[in-house]
């Protein structure tokens, strides 16, 4: 038997305070192993991020069946911190994407930065992204850590932006030594980035030349609107990690729907992996709370490519996929020895 009405029914609207969701899936079983040292990255990540994001920001933990005292530390940082308004606790790992899926079609905010749980947040990363998406309308995924080798990853409506409505340009690279200290922290025997990737990037300016951002980028970091999972693939993730998951949920919408993929030009975020060492704790040690409320959201506005300008996107990164007409190309774009790239 129900007694009375629910007042909620009432209040037919929600109004947001904040504009900006970062979500954090976190995996860490046990500590042995590969995991052995995972535990002190997460919480160098959680500290970083609690001290870098302004007012207007709020944070979703999502535990993919963490040991206890993972889940212990989570449920304190949730109790404790003013920004952390979500924790999910799942019994099962139900892999990255999901946890993400699950988080951000639930919560209502225009950008929504996904990141690894072994990230560590520089001072100014979200006025950097915000930026960004201010001086790009049609920017629908940037991240604040910049790759010179992305430029032809599910890129096809920034290289049409590229073409048509900007300018492409090669610039020297803001952080190299930043940009050195991702490639090492893969732990590949065969490093990613050769000399000339620390020296040059692609850079797209605006049709104003007011707004610069470096283009492409990867996922381990990255804010995206959040029309990209809205619009995006309605099917759930039957794989955890890799084969191509991220490409699906994320690259792929991403372009397809007309959005640009970029990255901030100055380097922002630093990748810690599986073991941390003693320039990232001290890097975490002299960040400052950050005051800022961000800026008005209003100022973002939503933009894509539309359908035939993506089909001919797709024409230009084909173009783009051959190696004789890439070099001369970049040698227009004013790189010197585009054959070494």
Request: charged residues 20%; glycine residues 6%; aromatic residues 12%.
């Amino acid at each position: 038997m129900r007694i009375g009405s629910n007042p909620e029914k009432d209040n037919k609207s929600l109004v947001l305070d904040n504009y900006h969701r970062v979500i954090v899936p976190v995996y860490i079983p046990n500590f042995e192993g590969y995991f052995e040292h995972s535990f002190d990255g997460f919480k160098l990540c959680i500290e970083s991020l609690l001290k870098t994001v302004h007012t207007k920001s709020r944070i979703t933990i999502y535990n993919n069946n963490c040991h206890p005292l993972v889940k212990e530390y989570i449920d304190l940082q949730y109790k404790n911190s003013v920004y952390i308004d979500q924790v999910f606790h799942s019994k099962e790992n139900l892999g990255k994407i999901n946890a993400i899926l699950a988080a951000s079609k639930g919560n209502l905010e225009p950008l929504i930065t996904i990141t690894d749980a072994d990230v560590l947040f520089q001072q100014g990363w979200q006025a950097a992204i915000e930026d960004v998406f201010v001086n790009f309308p049609e920017a629908g995924m940037v991240s604040p850590v910049p790759s010179s080798k992305a430029v032809t990853n599910h890129t096809a409506s920034t290289w049409y932006y590229g073409f048509f409505k900007g300018k492409l340009e090669f610039q020297k690279v803001l952080h190299p030594e930043a940009m050195h200290l991702f490639d090492l922290s893969l732990g590949n025997e065969k490093l990613m980035y050769d000399a000339i990737h620390l020296e040059n990037y692609l850079v797209l300016k605006n049709k104003n030349n007011s707004g610069e951002a470096v283009v492409g980028c990867g996922h381990f970091v990255a804010t995206l609107k959040r029309n990209i999972f809205d619009l995006g693939s309605k099917e759930p993730a039957f794989i955890k990690i890799d084969g191509g998951v991220e490409q699906k949920y994320i690259d792929i919408p991403n372009d397809s729907l007309g959005y640009l993929r970029l990255a901030t030009k100055g380097n922002f975020a630093y990748h810690i992996g599986n073991k941390t060492e003693p320039w990232m704790v001290d890097m975490v040690s002299n960040l400052s709370p950050e005051t800022s409320n961000g800026l008005d959201s209003s100022k973002i506005l939503d933009q894509k490519i539309g359908a035939f300008s993506r089909k001919i996107g797709r024409i230009i990164l084909r173009i783009m996929s051959n190696k004789k007409t890439r070099n001369l190309f970049f040698k227009k774009f004013g790189l010197k020895n585009p054959s070494n790239y």
